[in-house]
């Protein structure tokens, strides 16, 4: 792996200032009078970026959290599957399942993109989820991945997956795709990994030995960049950022780590042999700069808290709010996907005459 810190000592001052300065006293003189202020642009206030790191055509700028933002010990979807305290369910509806949480005390948070196994056929969720403690039946919209199966009653069990959806495919979902599009991309990923599945199964990819391999080799090339603040990081695979995903403690985090690591390395997997970096601070810093001058709008969650979700010039995505504080932050360049191409239309053939 190599890193950006021999530079340091030779960068401009402004790049230096990355390293010990939050974000937002950087980015205050570049943002417009009236500013939106939110919880999303006051987390922003509190994150530093750190320098590069590279492997396989993946760079990492980690995230630190200068602050406090929101302190308490949040499960994972996937501790609230081996606690017994999560239940999922089918409802016989390809788009949504019903997410309850049954403990007394624990609130349970889920993000978007995370895979889970069983029902009638596995799903990806397609929204952060909060579920507060004793929670009842809550409806979360979700995707198939998982095309060739439907089998089980429409209250069928799901259980824990091994990891997100991988960027590409979560771009899809975040970007409200129609279902067609989630399955050509999982189906152009077993193609790409010549992994065969008979239900076109996205988790038979990332289960496959080779893939599991190759990602783990990321995880550990990256796995000493993490100091006792980091909150997240912003991403770039081949030269170009695409995305950036920050939280509001290092336990909620640390939890979530791997599984972002994976999903963004993934797309790099085989592609990226000859890469050499050239992505600096002030990049990343950049890019989170552009989410100040964005256009927000505050939208209901399928759980607790809010979906505060921006849009603006060479930036977009969405945060799950709650109590004045964000629980985590999606960034990205955008998610929208192209239409496909016109079919041309069928050629018109003239009939013969009839012979008389």
Request: hydrophobic content about 40%; proline content about 6%.
């Amino acid at each position: 792996m190599r890193s950006g810190r021999a530079a340091v000592a030779t960068v401009p001052l402004l790049l230096v200032l990355a390293v010990v300065a939050p974000l937002g006293a950087l980015a205050r003189g570049a943002v417009a009078p009236g500013q939106a202020d939110n919880e999303v642009t006051r987390l922003l206030e509190k994150l530093v970026v750190l320098a590069p790191h590279h492997h396989g055509g993946l760079t990492v700028f980690a995230l630190e959290l200068r602050g406090t933002e929101d302190e308490s010990d949040y499960a994972s979807l996937d501790e609230g599957f081996r606690g017994g305290f999560v239940r999922v369910s089918d409802t016989g509806v390809v788009r949504q399942v019903t997410m309850a949480n049954e403990s007394a005390r624990q609130w349970v948070f889920a993000m978007a993109g995370e895979v889970i196994l069983g029902g009638k056929q596995n799903r990806m969720l397609r929204e952060d989820v909060l579920l507060p403690p004793r929670s009842g039946p809550v409806t979360v919209p979700t995707y198939c991945v998982e095309q060739h199966r439907w089998a089980g009653h429409d209250r069928s069990k799901f259980r824990g997956g091994r990891g997100l959806g991988n960027y590409a495919l979560r771009a899809k979902a975040l970007a409200g795709a129609p279902q067609a599009r989630v399955w050509e991309q999982v189906d152009a990923e077993q193609r790409r990994f010549r992994v065969d599945s008979a239900t076109k199964d996205y988790a038979a990819v990332m289960d496959s030995p080779a893939v599991a391999r190759e990602l783990g080799a990321y995880r550990q090339a990256f796995s000493r960049i993490w100091r006792p603040r980091s909150v997240g990081f912003v991403v770039a695979q081949g030269g170009r950022i695409v995305g950036a995903d920050a939280f509001c403690n290092t336990r909620l985090f640390w939890k979530l780590r791997a599984k972002l690591i994976d999903s963004y390395a993934f797309d790099c997997l085989r592609r990226y042999g000859r890469y050499r970096p050239s992505l600096r601070q002030e990049d990343a810093r950049k890019f989170l700069a552009g989410v100040y001058t964005a256009r927000f709008r505050r939208l209901g969650s399928p759980g607790a808290g809010q979906k505060l979700s921006f849009r603006g010039s060479g930036v977009e995505g969405a945060a799950l709010v709650r109590q004045n504080a964000t629980l985590h932050l999606h960034a990205s360049p955008g998610y929208r996907i192209l239409p496909r191409p016109p079919r041309p239309p069928m050629p018109i053939v003239p009939h013969p005459e009839p012979r008389r």
